[in-house]
Every structure is written in C-alpha cells, then in structure tokens.
C-alpha cells in the first residue's frame, strides 16, 4: 500500500471524530461549529489517552486552501481603506510587543522555565515557524509546543463569548444557509483559484515567507481579486471541512498529555493566554476608537495567534478576514526577523540550564 494512502486511513478515525464533534457542534447552533466541536472532540480524546493521528500533509492542503480563501477577501474597493491600516497595524505591533515582554516574564518568573524556552514559548504567535525555530536551540520543547497549543485552545474557545460581549459581530448569521452548501464555482473561477493555489507555493519558496503554505497563496490570491481578474469564491462545503481539519490540528497536540503529569504546565499555559487574551481585547478597543474598525475584526487581528486559525475564524464569521490576514502577516514576518537578534542579547550563552 502506498505510504499516502497507509496514512489517509489511519486518519480516518480521527477525521470521523472531528466531523462528529463538529456536526454535533452545529446541530446545537454553537459559534463557529465546525472549528470549535471538532477541536472540543479531538482534545477531550486526546487529554483522555485516545491515540489520535494528525493531518500530517492534509494540514498543509489546508493552508493552501485558507490562503486562496483569504486572498478573495481583498477586492478593488478596499483601496480607500489601506491608509487607515497603517494605524492599527502600529497598535497590533505595540501590543505585540507587550504581549511578547509579559510571556516571557510570565514563563520565566512564574513558571519557572529557562530564559530560552521562555522566549520561544511567549512568541505571540507563529506557532509552526517558531517550534522549529526552538529545535536548533536548548529550549524545552514540550513546554513549547504545549504552551502554544494551550494558547491557541483558549483563544478559540473565548472568541464567541468575547465577541457577543463586546457586539459589532452577529454570529447567529455566520453559518451558510443548508441550501448553499452544495454550491460550487464555475470551471473558470475553480480554475483562478487553483493557479492562485500553485502560483502562492512557487511565490511563498521565491520569498521566503513565514508560514508559507498560507501566505504565499494569499498574496497570490489577493492580488488577482484587487486586479478583477476574478471574483472566485471557495464553496461552503471546503471552507466547513478546512475548519474541522484545523479543529483536528489543534486537538490532537494533546496527544500523549497526561493531565496528571503536566496538569501544572497546562494550567501556567491558560493563565497566560487568559492575560493575552485580555491584552488583546484593551489594544483592539483602542484601535476601534483610533481608526474607526469594528473591535471584533481589530480582536482578531491583534489576538496572539495561529495565523491560520484567526483568520480562518474571520473569514467563516465574515469579519473583514483581509484586515485580519494582513496584520497576521506583519507580526508573523516582524517576530521571524527580530527573534534571532533578540535571542543573542537575551541568551548571549547559547543554552542556558533548564529549570
């Protein structure tokens, strides 16, 4: 049997517990359903000793897919607007910067990691990027990982109940109509998109970009909905299976976790992000009354990151996922250029000793 098809199968059930969690999850009207009942399902099983496999390369399928989505955001009238962004793409850096200093403050001191793993662990953001970053260094991985993942868990959970409670959002009206779920582009759009799709990869390994896979089809993307070239648009159906996929991707980080074994790196991991969370919820009420944006679309655009998942979550809530993307791009691309810099001066040793 070939490899790929070896590993599709043994995804299955994990795929299947995914698409329960969030056909439940959308039979009880949650936010965001699909995203949220199939990270619920994935982490609970995994938290109680389910072996669960990941995406693996399905996840990187998905990337691309959210990047052409994301691109279509962008059209020709959005040109009035790009003044303005100058502004909160200034407040999403300064809180960036506040975020990252109370992270590394708050692992460190109260936690109790070493300076290195501290660093990498209260990166706002870029979580891919930054774990592979943190193998070359002697910082702990775990912690790394589970800290991010923790992060990304909270965030996706509090985003309904923040959003309802700080208005300019309807969620009641972000889920397609049944009708519309069968609905497909025509062969010409379907054909825009996959160029965009391929051109973004060949674009993402000309640049260089962080986090490839998503950005380099968005700017791709992006560039052929400002132009009018097209006006193609991703069918329901994918944009519901690409948020079960990511769901899945967040849940079964918790794999192997014993509750009773890092129970205390997974509550420093929440505390944190509750603070971040909270970080972000002042900057994006500042940035709403300095440039007029909605709080909810500045909220996810300042939020400490997954990239992919934020914007996802904007696209699929219809919260001007272009704004999103963009910032998610700058502080993406700011962190991978500042860190190493950042890591000589603080950790000027190499590796220091764990803790």
């Not at 009942?37 to 994935?42: E, F, R, S």
């Not at 990027?129 to 910082?139: F, Y």
């Not at 990869?201 to 896979?213: D, E, H, K, Q, S």
Request: charge should be positive; aromatic fraction near 6%; glycine fraction near 10%.
């Amino acid at each position: 049997m070939p490899p790929i098809i070896a590993s599709l199968l043994r995804f299955l059930p994990t795929l299947a517990l995914g698409l329960a969690g969030g056909a439940a999850a959308f039979a009880v009207n949650l936010p965001l359903p699909w995203l949220l009942g199939a990270m619920i399902a994935t982490t609970v099983a995994s938290l109680c000793g389910a072996r669960l496999r990941s995406p693996g390369r399905g996840r990187k399928g998905v990337l691309v897919v959210i990047g052409v989505m994301l691109g279509s955001a962008f059209t020709p009238q959005m040109s009035g607007d790009l003044g303005l962004w100058s502004l909160s793409l200034a407040v999403m850096l300064v809180a960036t910067a506040a975020m990252m200093a109370f992270s590394v403050w708050f692992s460190q001191r109260i936690a109790g990691h070493s300076r290195e793993t501290a660093l990498y662990a209260g990166v706002p953001g870029g979580v891919s990027t930054i774990t592979v970053m943190a193998m070359a260094s002697g910082a702990d991985l775990r912690v790394v990982g589970m800290t991010h993942a923790v992060r990304i868990l909270v965030l996706l959970v509090a985003i309904p109940p923040v959003l309802q409670a700080i208005g300019h959002v309807d969620l009641a009206g972000a889920t397609p109509d049944p009708s519309r779920w069968l609905w497909l582009p025509g062969p010409v759009d379907a054909a825009w998109l996959v160029a965009a799709g391929l051109g973004g990869l060949w674009l993402a390994r000309l640049l260089r970009l962080p986090n490839a896979l998503l950005f380099g089809p968005a700017l791709i993307s992006a560039a052929l909905h400002l132009t009018g070239i097209t006006h193609a648009a991703v069918p329901p159906t994918l944009l519901a299976l690409a948020q079960v996929l990511i769901g899945v991707s967040v849940g079964v980080r918790f794999a192997g976790t014993s509750l009773a074994r890092v129970g205390h790196a997974l509550v420093m991991a929440a505390a944190q992000a509750l603070v971040l969370l909270a970080i972000a919820v002042l900057a994006a009420w500042f940035g709403h009354l300095l440039t007029g944006y909605s709080a909810a679309a500045a909220l996810l655009a300042y939020m400490p990151g997954g990239a992919p998942e934020l914007s996802l979550v904007a696209l699929t809530l219809g919260i001007d996922p272009a704004f999103v993307t963009t910032h998610h791009l700058l502080r993406i691309s700011v962190l991978v250029l500042i860190l190493p810099a950042l890591l000589r001066r603080l950790v000027p040793n190499g590796r220091p000793p764990r803790h």
